[in-house]
């Protein structure tokens, strides 16, 4: 069920995204979790550049976890890909070990879309403030913490 979630998610923000202030300075193509500490707060997979194939926590197949990692929280066992299209942004958060939030946008759109564990639907949250009504990578971090706080009710 989490990967459904999370790849229908990512697929829903992908025809449609444009995403969050973590994706003004990195995303793309994430390293495995390594170390003791887990990411916290909103990571950036598509960063509104050029079409990517992107990796989550390692790309498919990377198991995460296990004891090496000893903080919290850890939603996602195992690593997944994505393909970014151009001009989209898409972001997650690993809320808990229970829940997990997911937000996108388009830089061509006018809306932003989230959803989480917590239901498991993707709906639009607001609508976008950039040049021509798009979305910015404010706009779609502003989406992540509306996620973020659904996940956790």
């Known amino acids: ?29 994430q390293a495995a979790v390594s170390g003791a500490t887990a990411p916290s707060g909103e990571q ?17 197949g990377t198991v995460i976890g296990g004891t090496v990692i000893t903080t919290a929280p850890i939603f996602l066992k195992t690593g997944f890909d994505v393909q970014c299209s151009a001009n989209t942004l898409v972001s997650y958060n690993e809320v808990s070990g229970t829940a997990f939030a ?26 976008c403030t950039g040049t021509n009504d798009a979305c910015t990578a404010a706009n779609v971090t502003t ?11």
């Open 1 to 29: 069920m989490k990967k459904i979630l999370v790849v229908g998610l990512i697929s829903s923000f992908l025809s449609a995204g444009a995403f969050a202030a973590a994706c003004t300075t990195g995303g793309g193509a």
């Open 44 to 60: 950036c997979v598509c960063n509104g550049g050029a079409a990517i194939k992107s990796t989550v926590q390692g790309g498919s």
């Open 102 to 127: 997911v937000a996108s946008g388009s830089m061509k759109g006018n809306q932003t879309f989230i959803g989480s564990s917590n239901g498991g639907a993707v709906t639009t949250s607001a609508k």
């Open 143 to 153: 989406a992540n913490g509306l996620a973020t706080t659904a996940a956790g009710s």
